[in-house]
């Protein structure tokens, strides 16, 4: 039987997780196909070149962990989601709600999620409008926030990457300090949730894999990953699963990181869900995080290759999203268990993807 090739690209530069899963998937045997052919994957980083926008690429599929960080993929990218190059992630989700945090929680609360309290603050610096057009700006209620969200609290960047511009704000002196050197981004104020565990949770999603992480966050690339496989109850657990299979699926992301604390009420809280290019170094993640993140990718790409899949220009689901958030005949756990239906339609079973579902 001819073995065909499939080309992967990777866009990771010097990252040494990037260069692993280059090496893992040209490693891989020859797979065997729904269309009945055999594909050989030929995994490696993209050149980086002019592109006219006639260009055609050689790659099926494009792993993309750096594009924000590397402006010039973004709308090159974007035309090869057009014409159908499989992306992770798919570009539109990447961009938009990486830049958008609170776009993020907005419609994952609509969908039953919980959110901690949060305010989305217009920026301190606007270059673009003259004096004039403060007339319509009012006055902060910062004494109305404060006692609603109570100390400490939360303040960082809607585009917030890497914890950059993350801060905690234990009076009102801090908290206008940290806004005052906002310059022109938009700020979320954050009620910090209170938990009785010193550590809080980090999923990391890939594909249709969610891996629960006990997790102590710490800025400058500090924070722990801690194996503990027992410290969810299955109850709890299967709660965070759920939670993240309707995240990921209304983000677009089939490569992504989820946070939750537990509040003392025994409530899951999520904090932080717009990561499309998730952590990945070893010397954070240990090496049994580390494997099952790639053995996780490469299974992806593998399930890719084998079953055929299109890309969505953009994500399919998000409207229907939409209409169950907009349902007023739903509480607001019922609209959570119809977007996990929904979510679920994609965490099926690899065999049954190839089954189309109706919308």
Not at 22 to 32: C, D, F, M, Q
Not at 69 to 89: C, E, K, S, T
Not at 116 to 136: C, G, H, S, V
Not at 161 to 188: C, P, T
């Amino acid at each position: 039987m001819t073995i065909h090739d499939f080309w992967v690209g990777s866009l990771h530069f010097s990252e040494a997780f990037g260069d692993d899963t280059v090496a893992r998937l040209n490693a891989l045997a020859p797979i065997t196909a729904c269309d009945g052919r055999q594909y050989k994957i030929r995994a490696e980083h993209m050149a980086i070149h002019e592109v006219p926008l006639s260009f055609q690429t050689k790659y099926g599929l494009i792993i993309d962990r750096y594009s924000y960080l590397y402006p010039q993929a973004i709308g090159v990218f974007m035309g090869y989601a057009f014409r159908g190059i499989y992306l992770i992630n798919n570009p539109f989700g990447f961009y938009y709600y990486l830049n958008n945090k609170d776009a993020a929680y907005i419609v994952a609360r609509e969908l039953g999620i919980s959110i901690p309290r949060t305010y989305i603050l217009p920026p301190k610096e606007a270059p673009a409008l003259n004096q004039n057009d403060f007339r319509y700006h009012r006055h902060f209620d910062w004494q109305g926030m404060t006692e609603e969200l109570g100390w400490p609290l939360v303040i960082k960047p809607a585009d917030g990457k890497e914890a950059i511009g993350f801060n905690i704000a234990h009076s009102m002196d801090e908290l206008l300090y940290y806004y005052n050197q906002s310059g022109s981004k938009v700020m979320l104020l954050q009620q910090k949730v209170r938990t009785p565990f010193a550590w809080q949770i980090r999923c990391l999603c890939i594909g249709r894999r969610v891996i629960p992480i006990k997790y102590i966050f710490r800025k400058q690339d500090a924070s722990e990953y801690l194996y503990d496989p027992q410290f969810l109850g299955p109850e709890l657990g299967q709660r965070v699963i759920d939670t993240c299979k309707i995240i990921n699926r209304l983000l677009g992301y089939e490569m992504n990181s989820v946070e939750f604390f537990i509040d003392e009420d025994g409530t899951l809280q999520a904090i932080d869900f717009n990561n499309p290019v998730p952590d990945g170094r070893l010397s954070a993640l240990g090496t049994i995080f580390y494997e099952d993140y790639q053995k996780a990718l490469v299974e992806l790409v593998s399930e890719v290759v084998a079953h055929q899949r299109s890309m969505d220009f953009i994500p399919a689901e998000i409207n229907t999203f939409a209409q169950i958030a907009r349902r007023k005949d739903l509480t607001t756990e019922q609209k959570f268990q119809e977007a996990l239906k929904l979510a679920n339609r994609y965490y099926e079973p690899a065999e049954k993807l190839l089954q189309p579902s109706s919308v």
